[in-house]
């Protein structure tokens, strides 16, 4: 037997162990980065569900403080008589006050009948917008008494109101003695404005 048949013989075996623990180092290797592979998925999994998780939680805390928002302002409005029955004593009652505070030298008024806003679509809250015209009619010394009058009822109003058209006439000169005498009179047309449910309005 020749001398390197007789080394290859002797080597055999460690060879073979040597190429079965090559083999295994890298099925190892493989192996290893499957799992972090698998791993990786995983931790982007969760990651995901966790940002969608934050995403839909922050969705749901907008919407609620939106709804909150909005039934506090419904709250407002149905408070301040603009949602609901008209409150025309209120309206009264506020005219006579103004006239009163004003110290108007007389007032008179005439609501007519609750109609619907032209072309009203709704509010999309299942309300519809109504309207009431009034007439007024005022006796002034000067312009300024007008406007006073007018920021104090919107001021003080429960609905909206909406001026629709002022007109001024200057009256015959009062005798000089007479500082208190008209000077204007104020013939002007107001809406107040309300919503209802739009089935009672029909």
Known sequence: MSPVRTELQLLRWPLLRLALSL????????????FIKQAEMRADAAALAAAQSRDAAQRMQNEEEDIRAKIAAYQALAAHGIIGPERRLDWVELMRKVQTERRLLGLEFEIQPRQPWPGNAGSGSGHAF??????VQIPLLHEEDLLRFLADVHAGAAAFTRLRSCRLLRLAAAPVEDRLAPQLNAECQLDWITLMPEQAAK
């Open 130 to 135: 109504m309207y009431s015209p009034m007439r």
């Open 23 to 34: 083999l295994a180092v890298v099925l190892a290797g493989l192996l290893s980065q499957h």
